[in-house]
């Protein structure tokens, strides 16, 4: 039973008030035990039910409680890498995921930090790819651009894609490699397209209109091209009025050279306040110039000495440097040559085109068939036995040549005149000449006479054939040497 010191005392303690009366003293008392017998009796039941509540407790067998016990926070681990992601996209490609966990920046950040980044590399007029690469650390790999940093390869995204954090680096390195290369070629043809559109366009050429050096060269190309459509137009219109190829060709090349006359003036004139300029740049470069373009100069100089000074023409036949053949055109620098002899017997085309350098005309002897003469002297040797006719033999050959080159003998002394008109030589025979000469086994006759150049071959042909003609129907009186 629970006591209450303090209630018990103050009420034990009470004294009866002296001079009072005894029945006011007697009637107070039977009011106070009163009082404190209802307080005692409201204090004692509670506290035998608690009693008794306690005394029921100690002989109620023992029951599980339905609470769980409380269990003290443990000590905290290191908390799993989260496994939160998010794509890496650029011009709506996705290129990797992002893992969040083991970097200071969020996935998100660190995709839009790649976006802007690979953003700058593309528009990077000077880029170069080898500044590319990847920077390695112990607990992250880096892909960086020069000193750029584009995106950072984690162990957390190593975890989570279940390869090395250097493999994972350099597969999206190469990623990001392919992702540039093509935004740029796309970027690259859409800045053509761009330059093609009519504003564009349009802007760009008032610009060029409005630049005096533009202009100037603008205004070259179309003059340049309208001559060079005349001068084309006169070349393709000579054959119709000239019908000698020699003619036809010498007008050919007049118009030809007409027009770089021409084009040489309209160019000065254009550029003609910038002429001084370039003189002085010319002038200081022309030590180095003359040393780098030695052959071309001199096979300029060469074209001057033929044209001229009469060297030789288009279809004169010729040798120079060696080389025998018929000229087919002179130009700036070299000569084209139809060749002749080589490994044909005889003035007979190899058909074989020869160019010439013009400057070899310094180097070594230009040998002209036909600048002054127009045939050349021929001569045939024909052998017969010492006991043959050489009267006979003698008179037949001079009958033969005679009969097939007479009736170019008066055009040969023509030419014979004509060059001792320009040249001091003296007079020659040029009437076909037959001489012979005694050998030991045999007598040699040499015939000789005139022959355009062209028909050397031929007109041999015909001598020899005459000839054995005749040497066939001497009866025996004629007979020729023939090799044991």
Do not use: C
Request: glycine share 6%; charged share 20%; aromatic share 8%.
């Amino acid at each position: 039973m629970m006591i209450y010191p303090s209630l018990s005392n103050k009420y034990s303690t009470f004294q009866p008030s002296k001079g009072a009366g005894s029945f006011n003293n007697k009637a107070a008392i039977s009011r106070t035990t009163l009082l404190h017998l209802a307080v005692g009796v409201a204090l004692l039941i509670p506290t035998a039910g608690l009693a008794q509540s306690a005394a029921e407790d100690k002989n109620r067998p023992p029951q599980q409680s339905t609470l769980q016990p409380t269990q003290a926070p443990a000590a905290s681990a290191p908390s799993a890498p989260a496994r939160d992601s998010l794509p890496a996209t650029f011009a709506g490609k996705e290129l990797f995921v992002i893992y969040s966990g083991g970097s200071d920046q969020p996935a998100s950040q660190r995709a839009q930090t790649l976006s802007s980044q690979l953003d700058k590399v593309i528009s990077d007029q000077h880029f170069e790819p080898a500044q590319l690469r990847i920077k390695f650390f112990p607990d992250h790999n880096a892909i960086v651009y020069g000193d750029a940093t584009l995106v950072t390869v984690s162990q957390t995204d190593a975890n989570s894609e279940s390869v090395a954090m250097e493999a994972l680096a350099e597969r999206r390195l190469a990623t990001i490699r392919a992702v540039i290369d093509s935004e740029r070629a796309k970027r690259n043809l859409n800045d053509a397209i761009d330059q093609v559109r009519f504003g564009t366009v349009k802007s760009n050429l008032l610009y060029l209109l409005g630049n005096p050096l533009s202009l100037r060269i603008g205004i070259s190309i179309l003059g340049l091209f309208i001559l060079i459509v005349v001068t084309y137009s006169v070349r393709r219109s000579i054959p119709i009025y000239f019908h000698e190829s020699y003619k036809r060709y010498t007008v050919s090349k007049i118009a030809e050279f007409s027009s770089y006359f021409f084009g040489l003036v309209f160019l000065s004139v254009v550029f003609s306040d910038t002429l001084g300029s370039l003189a002085v740049i010319i002038g200081a470069a022309t030590a180095g110039i003359a040393l780098a373009l030695k052959e071309l100069i001199v096979s300029m100089a060469g074209w001057l000495a033929i044209t001229f000074g009469d060297t030789y023409r288009v279809g004169d036949r010729v040798q120079i440097a060696g080389i025998k053949g018929d000229v087919i055109d002179v130009g700036l620098v070299r000569t084209t040559l139809m060749e002749l002899g080589e490994w044909v017997n005889g003035d007979l085309y190899t058909g074989r085109i020869v160019r010439v350098a013009n400057g070899s005309i310094f180097a070594g002897p230009t040998f002209n068939y036909t600048r002054d003469l127009s045939f050349l002297w021929d001569e045939v040797v024909v052998s017969v036995t010492n006991d043959s006719d050489a009267e006979a033999m003698r008179s037949i050959i001079q009958k033969i040549v005679d009969e097939v080159v007479g009736d170019y003998v008066l055009e040969a002394k023509l030419g014979w005149e004509r060059l001792k008109e320009k040249y001091l030589v003296e007079d020659e025979k040029i009437e076909p000449l037959v001489t012979f000469a005694i050998l030991d086994k045999s007598v040699a006759f040499t015939a000789r006479y005139p022959v355009d150049f062209r028909q050397r071959r031929i007109v041999k042909d015909e001598v020899f054939t005459a000839i054995m003609k005749e040497i066939r129907q001497s009866e025996g009186r004629i007979r020729l040497l023939t090799k044991e």
